[in-house]
């Protein structure tokens, strides 16, 4: 149901960047749909239901909930519907509700107090700031202040400025095993939402995103390749070399995030690392019908043959919006680049 959300968002993107299809109509069928069958007794958005519409009897996951908040968000501002707010205001109150954490921060799942997870945080603030920049209820403002501080507080390993992925009960992170590793795509991710804080909500120590950003480039893209890997070691060294298709969607938003706040030489250090981005994210709509995509590339430089994901699609037009709003032309030929919407509008047919 998690994906379902992300195609709400997209189709709601997609009206807003101009798109001449019936969006409208698919963005009121998706959030039908997920009233219809997608929520439990509480309100929350399920993890999964069966194609017959039966529910997959599972607890509330904290990452579905940040994928519906933004679902409505986005909803919220392209049609005004006020039912999309409503909703969204009563998940707030249940999430704190039952979710809440209290060192900071939330619960994976209200039944599962042992580990914590950064990844639904920054889902939960990308919410949040969509929120805050359609509404004027102070408790968009909070959520978002509370995240980015607990993000700078516990997330970040201020011995290396590096996101890190799981924790203990106690925020502690978890410092050996198969869940001691850091994502590329996550330091991205993390920088340009702390940049959507900043110009959003407050002040944000620069140093902490253009650490994450610095990390990412230097240490987590493979200059053969051009791509963003999937994987660090804790020591920043390489964990495996995959590169798959989302963690290119983060490295463009982040490097036009920071070029749109820089000048003069650090403009143009983000600007060629926006169009690094761009390129890499073009092997991936390379041989394939259009409207589609390939997800895993390989260090040898190959693609893992396999079915399109429908989850990337979020991503894709996720990057494709923050490029057309910004002011900036990172074009190969030098096109507009609200031009590059051309590159998923198959997908959307």
């Not at 989850?311 to 919006?321: D, E, G, K, L």
Request: glycine share 8%.
């Amino acid at each position: 149901m998690r994906v379902q959300a992300r195609q709400v968002f997209s189709f709601a993107q997609a009206g807003d960047l101009g798109w001449q299809g019936d969006w409208r109509n698919q963005v009121n069928h998706g959030l039908d749909y997920i009233a219809r069958y997608g929520l439990d007794d509480h309100g929350y958005l399920r993890g999964q239901i069966g194609a017959d519409g039966r529910p997959v009897e599972t607890p509330p996951d904290l990452y579905d909930q940040a994928f519906y908040l933004l679902a409505l968000a986005h909803s919220f501002r392209v049609t005004g519907a006020p039912k999309y707010r409503r909703l969204a205001l009563d998940l707030l109150h249940n999430l704190r509700r039952d979710f809440s954490h209290s060192l900071g921060g939330f619960l994976d799942t209200p039944v599962n107090r042992e580990r914590l997870r950064a990844n639904p945080h920054m889902h939960l603030l990308e919410a949040a700031l969509a929120w805050v920049e359609i509404s004027d209820a102070e408790v968009w403002r909070e959520l978002a202040t509370e995240i980015a501080e607990l993000c700078q507080d516990r997330l970040i390993d201020r011995r290396i400025g590096a996101l890190l992925e799981y924790f203990n009960a106690d925020w502690s992170p978890v410092d050996v095993g198969s869940l001691a590793y850091i994502e590329p795509g996550h330091q991205f991710e993390w920088c340009w939402l702390l940049t959507r804080y900043e110009g959003l909500v407050g002040e944000v120590d620069a140093s902490v995103y253009r650490t994450l950003f610095e990390i990412g480039e230097q240490n987590g893209v493979c200059p053969q390749r051009g791509v963003a890997i999937d994987e660090l070691r804790r020591d920043l060294t390489w964990k495996q070399g995959q590169a798959r298709l989302w963690p290119q969607t983060e490295r463009l938003k982040a490097a036009v995030a920071l070029a749109q706040m820089s000048s003069g030489a650090d403009r143009s250090i983000h600007l060629a690392q926006a169009r690094e981005a761009v390129a890499g994210l073009g092997l991936y709509f390379t041989g394939v019908p259009k409207g589609l995509w390939r997800d895993k590339l390989l260090q040898d430089g190959s693609f893992v043959d396999e079915p399109v994901p429908a989850s990337s699609f979020y991503h894709i037009v996720h990057a494709i919006a923050e490029l057309a709003r910004s002011d900036l032309d990172v074009g190969r030929q030098g096109a507009e680049s609200k031009a590059s919407l051309k590159l998923v509008e198959p997908a959307f047919r």
